[in-house]
């Protein structure tokens, strides 16, 4: 076989186009929201717009600092809530999606049911969640639940549902019983569904515990920017909604890697994705 | 040589409705260890029989006997292939063709403590049919013809007395197809199962088998039982030999004429 110098090709790596390089492609996102932040600055300043109504993005970042141990503290407690509701949406969508996926019965029965429950607004059901449990991390846990699961159930179930037929007779052929169809098959393949509903999932239980909070919590970065608000600090509110983006988007990341790393199979190039945690 | 495989009288249904007869009264018969190729104008339900011969489905009148035992369920000793490799993509090709190996008892229990012994025998089977090397790689990694390769592989790792194989050449290449003829040729003479291999091309029937049946449109039935007596192994140059030419012009007449009786 012919060695590849031999061919004389120019290396080429040195002929990708500038913004197609890796270091700028990690850059471009920071550079992105740094750009947002000045011109939002320049927009402020130029046209003089009072702090109450949009405060300057200077302005957020020192009452960022000057809050800072309040703001950690709210956040911590806005992080685990949503962790929980966010586990607990895993669980019970996780194998609420195994038994939907695994069963037509199951399926034509709970789906329209399931549909009606997730058209209901769950800020509506706040209130007889207050009813129920008082005011407190409880109410909250559970709205970020109810947000997140319904994302998990459906991927999860249309993962296990659509094993090719092929594929499904070739296994029974060789007389695999149904769980063996699902745990060879269709467990693996809805992994990639899994994922990908995690980080809707994600994002979806951050806004259920977080308006929850606005509402019936004295904990949490949702009651921090409601009394900030009541208080006319409007700069600390914004602190608030800056802390929760970031959290977001670092679990958002965090769901991101595992899905690579555990189904990288699904994605193949993952180099080439427009994912931002490339 | 006895019958391993019988066909009495089998038709098939799909719903309660007449018209929708996919099968009408086909019988035929097969002795273990033979290869037949299945024939027919697309939509004679040349796929449907195998189904019906699998256990995957149930026929509406008539009986289907392997072994001499009638089949009334799945049977679980089938291997299959079809035009879609339907490789599992999160498992390498080594680890595709041992699926089969993990369900079928007595295998199943044995995997454990006779891995090495297992694979050993994957690699063995993926060799014969050309894929050393290509062990570890992912379907992804692998040409339309490597897959099929790989799919009949996994169809044959556990040994099945029956190998259905629903136009497993369908979607490749006329030269890679003709390579996995000779391929699945020489897993057929090492193993010996018998083959029920349902096919557009009648070229490939007529090279692959013993035996050729052809099948009516719909409401199949076979109208010609034709056997193929060039001697094995056959080569690539048998295809082009003025017997075999004339093989399928006869399979091709008797098509056309089942074609036309439709229309």
Redesign the interface.
Known sequence: MASPEQYDLPPLARHRKFLDRRAVRRALPWLVVAAMFLFWELFVRAFGIQEFVLPAPSAIFASLWEWHEPILENAWQTLMTTLVGFGLAILIGGLGGVALGSSAVLYASFYPLLIGFNSVPKVAVIPILIIWFGIGTIPAIITAFLLAFFPILVNVATGIATVEPELRDVLRALGATKRQVIVKVGLPRAMPYFFASLKIAMTVAFVGSIVAETVAANKGIGYLMLVASSRFQVPLAFAGLIVTGVMGVGMYVACAAIERRMTGWATRSADDGVSFSA | MSDFLELDRVSLKYTEDETALALYHTSFRVSRGEFIAVVGPSGCGKSTLM?VV?G?WPATAGTVKVANQVVNG???????A?Q?A?L???RTALDNVM??L????PHASRLKKERAAYEAKARDLLALVGLKGSEQR?P?ELSGGMQQRTQLC??LV?EPSLL?LDEPFGALDMFTREELWLALQDLWLANRPTVILVTHDLREAAFLADRVLVMSARPGRIVLDRKVTTPRPRTLENAYLPEMVELVHELREHITAARAKAA
């Open positions: 189904k699998t995957l799945p049977l679980s000793i089938v291997g299959m079809f879609n339907s599992l993509p999160w699926l089969p993990e369900i079928v008892q992912y992804w996994r169809a556990h259905m």
